[in-house]
């Protein structure tokens, strides 16, 4: 019996010992295991409906794709209307959302702006005027149990604003989540 003990001690020694040489000599692997998605809505500035054309919105949202792609962001879906962008964006172990919004929005107004992209829709009395985004911006967590609707609200949003208007959906969704209404 004494040996079996022996024996036992010396086996769970030895396995501590490979182990803690294992950590020592990868330095523990980093695996974290994430999902979390965020559903991200931002206007353009006071919500002018600068984006009037649905040709000018497909290309500001596959350029917003391609850009976040190429940034190791991973926006799952992207679409809106008129003044206003949603984003269902899944977010990585070392990303903050404030950085993942100010890439996002500042490289795309850059974008808009360099390429002349408005230029051809809109009238002469906003071709003067710079393209920017809204300061400010919504963004709340998804259950992965609904992701499927989320996808789907975003992807009708053409269909969904015939319907209601922006400030309309703004409203449902501070009610909704119960944020404080700003002006």
């Keep these: ?6 024996l036992r001690k010396t086996a769970v020694i ?3 010992q490979i182990y803690l040489s294992f950590i020592q000599i990868n ?3 980093k695996m974290p295991h994430i999902k979390i998605y965020v559903h991200l809505v931002f206007t353009t500035k006071n919500r ?10 497909q290309k ?3 350029h917003i794709l391609e850009n976040a792609r190429n940034k190791g962001i ?3 879906f992207v679409n809106g209307y008129k003044d206003h962008c949603h984003c269902l964006i899944s977010m ?12 996002i929005k500042g490289e795309s107004s850059h974008w808009i702006n360099s390429n002349g992209i408005l230029k051809e829709v809109l009238p002469m009395e906003y071709q003067q005027k710079k393209f920017a985004w809204q300061n ?3 963004a709340v967590s998804v259950s992965e149990s609904i992701l499927d609707r989320v996808r789907n609200y975003i992807k009708n949003q053409e269909v969904h604003h015939e319907k209601k208007t922006f400030q309309q959906e703004y409203d449902a969704f501070i009610k909704a989540y119960g944020f404080e209404k700003t002006n």
């Design 60 to 62: 500001v949202w596959r």
């Design 48 to 57: 002018q409906p600068l984006l009037a054309t649905k040709d000018v919105r």
């Design 14 to 16: 030895g396995f501590s």
């Design 74 to 76: 991973f926006v799952e």
């Design 92 to 103: 990585g172990a070392e990303q903050k959302l404030t950085e993942i919004v100010k890439l």
């Design 27 to 29: 330095k523990a692997p």
């Design 136 to 138: 400010d911006y919504f």
């Design 1 to 6: 019996m004494a040996s079996a003990n022996g």
